[in-house]
T-cell receptor, first 114, second 111 residues
């Protein structure tokens, strides 16, 4: 199993550009999520999905879109990049929800918006 | 709203010491608590998962305890090694299918 994979590892954008961060998992997990990690702020939930076709907003969803057309993939779209979106982005997945639910993380994408 | 805090923010110890990292949360309506390790520039690696009905979990030199009623968890690391140097994060899974993370404790184990 590859686990949770993310591409690209690094990206530099100019203000106003759009892009998609890719996330895929091969563990047949229903639950997938996107976080951003900023110094002094910890990890904050952007969007999550409890299964194909179902998405919901997390703590900091503004400026981001997601879709979940398959169980395996959960891309994150930046519509019009802003310097405030400079961060490290992590994708995570887990089987479902409940007491035995363990999260697995991808290696992250380091994004800089100029 | 669930809030998770971790004390201390940073810790530096000599090799061989036993140490305790603390995690507190404000809402006890959780499914589980998970401890992670993060090396600089890397992703998060799961260390231990404690279900809400459990009191502790052990993996090698690591032992994590959970007191749901008081909103506290501790991660105990025995006989620390330089390879244990990393940031340790705790996260709780709330009812309602989302996770809330603490800010982390940065650990340095000196040879």
């Amino acid at each position: 199993n590859a686990g949770v994979t993310q591409t690209p590892k690094f990206q530099v954008l100019k203000t106003g550009q759009s892009m998609t961060l890719q996330c895929a998992q091969d563990m047949n997990h229903e639950y997938m999520s996107w976080y951003r990690q900023d110094p002094g702020m910890g990890l904050r939930l952007i969007h999550y999905s409890v299964g194909a076709g179902i998405t919901d907003q997390g703590e900091v969803p503004n400026g981001y879109n997601v879709s979940r057309s398959t169980t395996e993939d959960f891309p994150l779209r930046l519509l019009s990049a802003a310097p405030s979106q400079t961060s490290v982005y992590f994708c995570a997945s887990s089987y479902s929800t409940g007491p035995q639910n363990e999260q697995f993380f991808g290696p992250g994408t380091r994004l800089t918006v100029l | 709203k669930q809030e998770v805090t971790q004390i201390p923010a940073a810790l530096s110890v000599p090799e061989g010491e036993n140490l305790v990292l603390n995690c507190s949360f404000t809402d006890s309506a959780i499914y589980n608590l998970q401890w992670f390790r993060q090396d600089p520039g890397k992703g998060l690696t799961s260390l231990l998962l404690i279900q809400s009905s459990q009191r502790e979990q052990t993996s090698g030199r690591l032992n994590a305890s959970l007191d749901k009623s008081s909103g506290r968890s501790t991660l105990y690391i025995a006989a620390s090694q330089p390879g244990d140097s990393a940031t340790y994060l705790c996260a709780v899974e709330n009812y309602g299918q989302n996770f809330v993370f603490g800010p982390g404790t940065r650990l340095s184990v000196l040879p």
